[in-house]
């Protein structure tokens, strides 16, 4: 019997070489941003941390842009990414249902992170900017920032949510090794970071916070631009590569998805994911998109739909999403990128009309089947991921207890190698 | 202009059925391995602790073994693994030469030892053994022998050198997720472990002494064989994979090696490439193959050839290889597989037929081609991998100042995800 081939690739040929835009398929259209003082935020607005490119398509109504050739060039060292089929992890639930998982974590980062990286760094680069700050919490952005910028030839500095970067000491070895400066945040360096440490020398740091320090510093010198890894809309354009490779890849297996599932912290890996589906669904095809987050961080399923600030000290506009509240303190969870109080606007906007759903799950869950999947695939999946492969596992045991398997697509958005301290937490 | 494929990927019909003996090649037949009182060892004395089909691979005469269908079932889940043109690394060197590397990073366990792992783990349980003993340095082998326990339904444990142990804790951390038990070596359950203690309770440990616990404690259980990563005949055996599946790819690339570059430590990664290609070169192919080791542990470079046992308490078999003598300290470097005063007898014999050669390499050039490497084609290697890396590149750069480029291939045996600690002390 010859080995079966599980990894369903595409030839360079079929990268894809446009972006996919949702925005006008909303079914209502989103509320612009605002000021905190009440006003809608002008895209001039944003022209001092943003570049004009990256502005546009923020606000964009065309649904193609076409991805320029240096972004190709640098999208296509690792991508198309495989769509695997795992018959192993099946088996090990006893499920006749199809898995299959969009593996991100083959990237030079190791996550999809890497997909926005190279094409913010790029727009900032041809807009004459020299140097970027960012945010990271799990550092899995951070680390595809630093790729980025030397990919580049741009300086970058990194604001890494300080319990991260104590769990995460090898993050900053890759970032540092990359050629980028890390800093932990709170910290000295901003007027943000200052208070936060003079309201408690101990702040573990968030999200939120992390972003006022980047945004601060970018906002303050014209030479520094800033980049955000997720939630903005831009971010999740950059993504959608995801969403139109795994619509070529199930047509090449003969199959159409009855799931689609990814983890939820800011929205770009499950928006690039769906965003080219999200058509499909409103005309109608059955398909259930569905966003996964963590019990302790329920920004979708258990926030509030209004318009918040991305960021703790308010430096950002305010938008029109799902939020836990910019003062929620999510607790030292592991699955550090999932620790945001906020959500994307768009992924916010098809939730509140019913285009997707949103689910949370424990923390045991998700480990219990990363376990499986490590014992079954040989695949350690990033803690962020595994809530994706949690909710996936649970869905097709109950399609199995209802007699009605199907075919369930997940992201497994990134890799865990860099994260085992979170594996070891549940071994102690 | 289209995006460049730089990976030759073979597909799974393309998976080698069997595995290659290189010993019948051998320009002077290899001697017997010898017991401690002077006689040649017999296949009997081996029984305690191999079953016999392994006993068998090791001094078999027959050129061509079959691949048993659960180990080429096992081996494809990551096999063919793709052979990389390294263009952007040929640039940043500044050659015109064609660099390739051979991807064994991409196994589950992260480098080559996945091959021979499977092997041993397949041929144990078909023995009746349920449970196996083993050593590992650096981490890669008690990593990749953990999964394959997990895929044969065996129970593994693992001797870890102490000093790898406290370097890469993470390593245990995956060997514990995927089900092995891992001690730090030397330990307290064995008389050669307890020996060492008492002569120095602060023991860095050596991979030879970690082997010496894993054959006692194997020796002493009817139930328990003992498995070893490298240095044998029938490792390497296994690892002709690698050398087979690059000849192929480099034949659909329209390309002849010039140089076959690996690094050493027990020898199966160098001897699974280069095994292939050994009727070749005698037949007077004008290929180089090179074995690479540290300019801190020179087995082959400035070792002796001569009979010497493979562990430091004298339990294995004397055989016919170049070493440092078992009492030799290696200094803490990180490249912990490579941490070894011996070396495999296939490659021993191979190098004083003059059929291959070898180097040795600085620690600081190997650091300074990883990070080229890194910053070039976004892939970290594993310390033991940087070694053939800084080779080839030492290599490329002296075919240029002739101006004679060639093309050059190298086994990236493994990534450094979880080497990071090498890096971070670099970066200090």
């Known amino acids: 019997m010859p080995p079966v081939e599980n990894k369903i690739i595409l030839p360079k040929s079929e990268l894809p070489t446009t972006w996919y835009n949702v925005l006008p398929d909303l079914p209502e259209p989103m509320g612009p941003y605002m000021t905190p003082g009440g006003q809608p935020v002008s895209p001039s ?8 490119a990256l502005i546009d398509q923020e606000v964009s ?9 240096p972004v190709l060039e640098a999208l296509s060292i690792w991508r198309p990414t495989p769509l695997v089929r795992a018959r192993r992890l099946e088996q090990a639930l006893g499920v006749s249902s199809r898995i299959y998982y969009k593996d991100e974590s083959v990237s030079p ?5 890497s997909n926005t990286a190279m094409a913010q760094a790029f727009f900032n680069r041809q807009a004459g900017i020299t140097r970027l700050t960012t945010e990271t919490g799990a550092g899995q952005w951070g680390t595809a920032l630093a790729i980025a910028a030397k990919q580049f030839g741009i300086t970058a500095r990194v604001y890494m949510v300080k319990v991260s970067l104590e769990q995460k000491p090898y993050r900053k070895v890759i970032m540092n090794l990359m050629g980028a400066e890390v800093l932990p945040s709170p910290s000295q360096e901003t007027q943000a970071g200052r208070r936060a440490l003079e309201e408690n020398p101990k702040a573990l740091g968030t999200l939120g916070l992390a972003i006022s320090e980047a945004v601060e510093e970018a906002a303050s010198r014209p030479d520094t631009n800033y980049v955000l890894g997720s939630v903005l809309n831009h971010v999740i354009l950059h993504q959608t590569v995801i969403g139109q490779e795994v619509k070529k890849q199930l047509a090449l297996a003969g199959e159409k998805p009855d799931f689609l599932i990814a983890c939820h912290g800011g929205g770009s890996n499950f928006g690039g994911l ?26 979708l399923t258990a926030g509030e739909f209004r318009y918040d600030a991305g960021d703790s000290a308010g430096f950002t506009p305010l938008m029109p999403m799902y939020t ?11 699955a550090g990128g999932l620790r945001y109080h906020g959500s994307s606007p768009i992924v916010s906007a098809l939730l509140k009309s019913k285009v997707i759903e949103a ?38 045991l109950e399609l199995e207890s209802a007699g009605k398997p199907g075919c369930l697509v997940f992201t497994l958005s990134g890799h865990g ?12």
């Open 45 to 52: 607005d944003l022209a001092g941390i943003f570049p004009q």
């Open 324 to 334: 836990l509240g910019t003062s929620f303190q999510p607790p030292a969870i592991h």
């Open 61 to 69: 109504t065309e649904r193609i842009h076409s991805i320029p050739e």
């Open 359 to 396: 689910a949370a799950v424990s923390a045991a869950d998700c480990f219990k089947f990363a376990q499986m999947l490590a014992w079954s695939e040989y695949v350690i999946p990033a803690p962020e991921s595994s809530h994706a492969l949690a909710l996936t596992c649970l869905k097709a």
């Open 109 to 113: 980062s190791g996550s999809h992170k």
């Open 274 to 299: 769906v965003s080219p589906y999200v058509k499909d669904i409103l005309s109608g095809q059955k398909i259930r998109a569905i966003a996964v987050e963590p019990e302790s961080c329920p920004s």
């Open 417 to 428: 190698l860099l994260d085992l301290a979170a594996y070891q937490a549940h071994q102690d």
